[in-house]
């Protein structure tokens, strides 16, 4: 499937948010997700379904000031 994950296109096989995220070796609780600017809870994450072009961002904290 081909994704825009931060901008960048990606080929990757997979199905929901949370296959991705682990694909990409994301973990935590402190990420925040949007597909196609709509933002995307991290308990609904197993349930929503990817599809071509989709346009993901994955967002995670900063440490500093």
Do not use: C, F, K, S
């Amino acid at each position: 499937m081909r994704l825009i994950i931060n901008g960048e296109a990606q080929t990757i096989a997979v199905t929901t948010l949370t296959q991705l995220l682990t694909a990409l070796d994301y973990e935590g609780d402190w990420l925040a997700t949007a597909v196609n600017g709509e933002l995307v809870h991290r308990e609904d994450r197993d349930d929503h379904l990817l599809d071509d072009n989709d346009r993901i961002e994955i967002l995670t904290p900063m440490q500093g000031g």
